[in-house]
């Protein structure tokens, strides 16, 4: 497949992500991109990169990059896609991006207004017109639009490489994935999505959201106030609720540690449930890349 014609200079200029993570199934024909996804998460933790077969609805290659200092997400992904066999490919089925940061709200559908999209993210955020473009995404199903400001610059390459491509904040992915997993009577729970400095809330109940907010942290500390701060909002009681986590933690954490002492049924999430897996991610704890898997259950 021929790749992007973009000659921007940001793709010589910017040094090439450090590889973390790349696990890909043999199975993967890149000669037949038409029956592959592929999936990009961009923020502060990095590049993420995510195939999944269309037909078989699985995971066929899953790759983390770490962040490259003072680059921007733009210069950091078109690095990437200049030396990659598959990044800024295209003939792809279909493309989706989820850009990570704390820029975003969510409104009822019935009070969106198309236009505004500025005006209803001034409340807590003011685009910088000049590195900022804004988007809104539609979730169909539960008559919800999030509207999202992203670095304009790596908006502008996805649009050019990939001009049927969707791009989504990474809240609309943990939102689709928790709910497509949680069942209609289930009673109110927490969710925690713990990214590099930022932690993402969500509450669910009756498969509905009652609560979606990212909040940035430093420290553990941090963390543990901003959950237990919601879970009092919230009425939830940490000695009995239980909490699910995903993200970029371990077991033996200090963050970990801390959401335990003060939580007392923590459990980590699984993977999103109805989708299949290449062997070749068995060693990757389920609990992680959880949005990324998730793009796949976003319209």
Known sequence: MPASTSTSPLASAAPLPTALSRLRDETL???NLATYNLYLTAGAAGIRVGVADARRNKF????????????SLAGQ?????AQHDLVGQQGWNSVRLAVQNRFFTLLP??????GDEATYLRLH????AGHESVHRYTHPSLEIVSVFAAEKALADWFQHTYPAGKVLHQSSALLEGVIHQTEQSAPRRLYLSISHQELTILAIRDKRPEFCNVFPFATPEDLIYYAILVMQELQLNPDQDTVVVWGDLMHDSELFTILRKYIRNIRFGNRPFDLSYSYRLNDVFEYRFFEL????LCE
């Open 77 to 81: 992904l078109q690095a990437l896609a």
């Open 29 to 31: 024909d890149a000669s």
């Open 293 to 296: 898997y998730a793009l796949h």
């Open 60 to 71: 066929v290659l899953l790759e983390d990059y770490s962040p490259v200092s003072a680059t």
């Open 109 to 114: 559908s019935p009070l969106f207004r198309a």
């Open 125 to 128: 955020h003011t685009v910088d």
